[in-house]
């Protein structure tokens, strides 16, 4: 595939599309011919579909009967750096090429021609009273910002039809209007000076000013000026007139990010995720294949999108597993940005106070190189980290604030500054028991608990999302009255605090509870600027958010990440707890860390306390030395599911017992064996793992063994190179 050919009328050439054909297939090219690289719609069976002409044709097809590409598409083909992405990515992942393709090509319209199309968005009028489905439809609406919409694609997310949306417009709340397509976006100036930087700052964005290919872990304590140090390196990117990448781990960040964005050159930068409206993200799309777009802010998938010259990525919060795509084609957004800045001849910063052990094991050997920034900036500094022993603690039943605890809130309140109290468990109440049969209730079809959710009145499975009404009698024995909440979720917590600090204003942050990305961003800086006292949350308040105003974070089980069997349990237990520490006293007033435990003499527990992280990576990094796990060694997980569970456990043993190829390459394989969630939505799951030496060819291997032993049709499988999550 080079970028120069020219493929003239009627020469064979290949062509991919997002079809699960598998691979690409010949046509003859079109009157005028095509580039490598092109967009296409072509024939296939009695369908239209677009591809993008992969190169050559093999010839192997019977020339009399190939059909002829139908038209070449308005859009600049696809770059040589860009597919051959999306070939290492594919085979490294072990997705097929129409799979990866599908990951760069996703948006609705993308190919419609330019010129004008209809939008939809916010009129000045408001009627006086309003139907439930005309409401949801000004809901989206206004939680969009007012962007404007396509007519299908408001009455989708309204869920509502097309007829509400024209109702809406004759009562003038909703306004049409023809809007141009692909408006380039407004231009960042690069030569606006940024923040005057400390000395630290300046030493750390002058050594991320390299050229060509390259990664930096760029590892700094929380409120350190990570982003300020990285959008300098962003500006240098943008005056050598390249593009750049952030990946965030989180939509609700992205606001806060755009307008720093804004104050740092003058104008927003494209946007990429799920939330952005279809309109949006075509005209982005496009913006960024023409180079009319200097910068995006993006979720993982804005790593497929087809930059012209891409200089630089950044991955904030590295760390972060939402980088790990967990559904479709597996991947993680973060290894994928170094490999497609190799590809690309960009710099990657990984940025992260917490970084994984991967980058830092990386940066260890010198195969990236990493910059500090030891201190936050000004003048503020890192909380301070003690442990509440809950042995010595006298706790009433139900209750899970120890006293040490409550005095330490009173105390933080009584000088007028916030409080936050962390628990990692949605809900109500982790588990629903039966006081008469010892029956917990759970999912119908899925092999988990279901979760009390009070606020929504409703018992949720967070595996499947499955919800059901709190029933009064047991299923399991008809008893009735007996059915009682164990535990403690977000939403008990809450009632906790509401009884202990009753004249305390509280928040609870907890993703479940907000609606949209809007609703919780308004939340977060409604808290920020003061609007409440305590504030109760889950995971979701260890990410990035700033509040100024708060000194105190209490950890109501700092133990609960440790129990698991997960190779990365004490990794993550490490990262989330120092992430939400680095809550506490971002602003001028000392921070205080409170850690409640059981086991205060834990290793990771003291760690965490403890100021020698570099001792506790050491640790960590020689223990999986030692099993020769990742990072040190390589590992897949292969998951089978079905409606049966026979046939997965037939076709598990069998694939066992024909492990040839892997035992060639020295790999070991473990199971099949239930996997820990037996039982999702209905389909049983059955598990088994890899392990591989580093350097081992793992994917070739893989695919000799799994061309060996004949899958069933009733069982799917999934391959998870790298896995994340054993679940
Ligand atoms: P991190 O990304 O490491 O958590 P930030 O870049 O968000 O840190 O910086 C933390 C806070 O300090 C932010 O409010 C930021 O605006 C401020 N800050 C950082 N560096 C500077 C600087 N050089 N001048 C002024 N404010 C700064
Ligand atoms: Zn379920």
Partial sequence: MSEQGFFPEGARVSVLTAEPIGKPLDYLA??????????????????????????????????????????????????????????????????????????????????????????????????????????????????????GFYLTELAQLAGVTPQVVKGLVKLGAIEEAEQPRDLPLPRLDFTLPGKALSEDQAAAAAALKGEGFGVTLLKGVTGSGKTEVYL?????????GRQALVLLPEIALTSEFLSRVEARFGARPGEWHSGVT?????????????????MVVGARSALFLPFQDLGLIVVDEEHDTSYKQEEGALYNARDMAVLRASLAGSQVVLASATPSLESWV????????????????????????????????????????????????????????????FLNRRGYAPVTLCRACGQQIGCDHCDARMV????????????????????????????EGKLAPVGPGVERLAEEVAERFPTARVAVLSSDLFGSARALKEAVESIAKGGADIIIGTQIVAKGHNFPLLTLVGVIDADLGLQGSDLRAAERTFQLMRQVAGRAGRAEKPGVALLQTYQPEHPVIRAILGGDEEAFWKAEAEGRKVAGVPPFGRMAGII???????????????????????????????????APIARVRGRHRVRLLIRADKTAPLQQAIKAWLRGVKQPNSVRLAIDIDPQSFL
């Avoid at 569970?645 to 239930?674: M, V």
């Fill in 30 to 147: 079109p009157e005028g011919g095509c580039f490598p690289g092109a967009f296409v719609e072509v024939p296939l069976g009695p369908r239209r579909v677009v591809g993008v002409v992969w190169g050559a044709g093999d010839g192997r097809f019977e020339a009399g009967k190939l059909r002829a590409v139908a038209r070449v598409l308005d859009v600049p083909p696809m770059r040589a750096e860009l597919q051959e992405f999306l070939i290492r990515m594919g085979s490294y992942t072990m997705t097929s090429l129409p799979g990866v393709l599908r990951l760069a090509t996703r948006t609705p319209g993308l190919f419609d021609p330019p010129g004008a199309r209809r939008i939809y968005r916010l009129g000045a009028g408001m009627p006086s009273k309003l139907t439930e489905a005309r409401e949801k439809v000004l809901a989206v609406l206004r939680d969009h910002g007012g962007a």
């Fill in 232 to 240: 300098e390196a962003v500006a240098e990117c943008l005056s050598r």
């Fill in 278 to 294: 279809e309109a949006e993200r075509r005209r982005l799309w496009r913006m960024v294949a023409t180079g009319g777009a200097q």
């Fill in 362 to 421: 990386n940066a260890a050997t010198g195969k990236y190189r990493r910059i500090d920034l030891a201190a936050r900036f000004g003048a503020s500094e890192l909380p301070e980290m003690r442990t509440i022993d809950m042995r010595e603690e006298r706790i009433e039943s139900v209750h899970w604030i120890s006293p040490s605890l409550v005095g330490a809130v009173l105390a933080t309140l009584s000088r007028g500054e916030q409080a936050m109290l």
């Fill in 452 to 479: 009390e959710h009070r606020f929504l009145k409703r018992l949720v499975c967070h595996q499947c999302g499955e919800t059901k009404p709190i029933p009064t009698t047991c299923p399991a024995c008809g008893v």
């Fill in 640 to 674: 089978l599911s079905g409606a049966e569970i026979e046939p997965l456990f037939a076709y598990g043993n069998d694939l066992a017992q024909h492990d040839g190829p892997l035992r060639r390459i020295g790999a070991q394989l473990f199971g099949p064996a239930p």
